[in-house]
């Protein structure tokens, strides 16, 4: 890859980031009360800062979500940047408004900072002082969605089939969500564990407690089902991937009277599962076990997103080059925490995410120190110097 930086210092005072401050936008884009499937103009104020760097961008409405697609160059490397302009719904108590963008004592607060409008400030301010050295070798494209706060149908999802279909698909993927615990700097995500919810409902036949010979009891067999569900060792894990694991999240039999026995029982469930199972595969293990213990059941499965796993290579090794330049540190590759869009980029190219500090995502007065959006930015700028420039 070339362009690499010098060394240490030459990132952390590298003069060109000083006229390229992520702030000003990520400002403009918390300001914007995007609460999916909400966009409150925060897309449109992205493009017109990308066109004005030279981006060609395309609006690419599905349903009710927006998305937008925008690159400059046309050749390769081909690296692109996913994030999201949507946030989760802010709550109440906040200090500071959710959507004002305040900076107070070196921090800014805002529904979105870390989640994820600061993560794509930071790249386009990165972008922005790329270019401004001159044309790269290759291209840079951002692909960016209105819903993966939501549902995440109609958003990169079908971005991406449109990219496949326009010739746009890169050479390699940046992610910006949140993925360092406590340090920015710490952890590059190469991975993310799969996520299945079910629902399970058990019929039997409804009666008098003091004949339980003339019912069948569903909640009995649903509970002896869950015992063993539960009881199940799933996986050891491997080099990647933690265990997976299962977790009952709640049980209902909606049942007011003390001397009835239900006709139905009802549980929900989730597992979060590693790369050594499938959907599919999980689908198939609980019907089985289910059906050792009741004669009548309907189960429901959804699978969120199956685990995926990009195997280190040139463009993460890069990125971490770049992290370590910027940071001093040395991030560890993770495939910890929850899905993201990450997902359905890995069925394209490599895929790698990297953003802010996570601890405040999602939550009351959700922020950033000012000092990591510009170190973020530094990093997606020297990622890009070593890859495109």
């Given amino acids: 890859m070339a362009g690499q930086l010098s060394g240490r210092g030459e990132a952390r005072n590298h003069p060109r980031m ?44 599905f349903g009710a979500t927006q998305n937008l697609f925008a690159r400059i160059g046309t050749a390769a490397p081909h690296i692109c940047f996913a994030g999201h302009t949507d946030v989760v719904p802010p709550g109440t108590a906040w200090q500071h408004g959710p959507f004002a963008a305040e900076v107070a004592d070196g921090v800014l607060y805002g529904r979105g900072a870390c989640d994820m409008k600061g993560a794509v400030a930071a790249f386009v301010a990165a972008a922005a002082s790329v270019l401004a050295d001159g044309v790269p070798r290759g291209s840079i494209s951002l692909l960016i969605t209105g819903d993966e706060e939501g549902p995440a149908t109609d958003g990169t999802v079908r971005v991406l089939q449109w990219m496949a279909e326009h010739g746009e698909i890169p050479d ?46 569903p909640v009995h067999r649903l509970v ?29 039999v909606g049942n007011p009277a003390s001397n009835v026995i239900s006709a139905d029982a009802t549980a929900h469930l989730n597992i979060r599962f590693n790369n050594l199972h499938t959907g599919e595969t999980l689908h198939a293990w609980l019907h089985e076990v289910l059906a050792r213990h009741a004669a ?27 992290v370590t330049a910027v940071t001093g540190l040395t991030p560890k590759f993770d495939t910890g925490g929850g899905t993201s869009d990450a997902r359905f980029i890995a069925k394209y190219c490599p895929v790698a995410e990297f953003g802010l500090v996570g601890a405040s995502m999602h939550k009351v007065d959700e922020c950033v120190p000012v000092g990591d959006l510009r170190q973020l930015a530094a990093v997606y700028a020297d990622l890009l110097r070593r890859v495109v420039a």
């Fill in 172 to 217: 390699f993927c940046l992610v910006g969500e949140p993925t360092n615990p406590a340090t920015l700097g710490e952890a590059i995500k190469l991975g993310r564990r799969g996520s299945l919810n079910a629902t399970i409902t058990v019929h039997g036949t409804q009666g008098h407690v003091a004949y339980p010979h003339r019912a069948d009891n």
């Fill in 18 to 61: 000083a006229a390229h401050d992520p702030l000003p936008l990520a400002q403009a884009l918390i300001g914007c009360a995007s609460v999916t499937p909400a966009d409150a103009g925060a897309q449109a104020i992205l493009a017109a800062e990308l066109q004005r760097l030279g981006f060609r961008t395309t609006h690419l409405p």
């Fill in 224 to 252: 002896a089902a869950l015992a063993e569900l539960c009881a199940a060792r799933l996986d050891n894990g491997n080099d990647w991937f933690e265990p997976s694991g299962l977790q009952v999240t709640s049980i209902d």
């Fill in 296 to 322: 009548k059941f309907d189960l429901s499965v959804a699978v969120g997103g199956e685990a995926f796993m990009t195997q280190p290579g040139d463009f993460s090794r890069a990125l971490a080059a770049s």
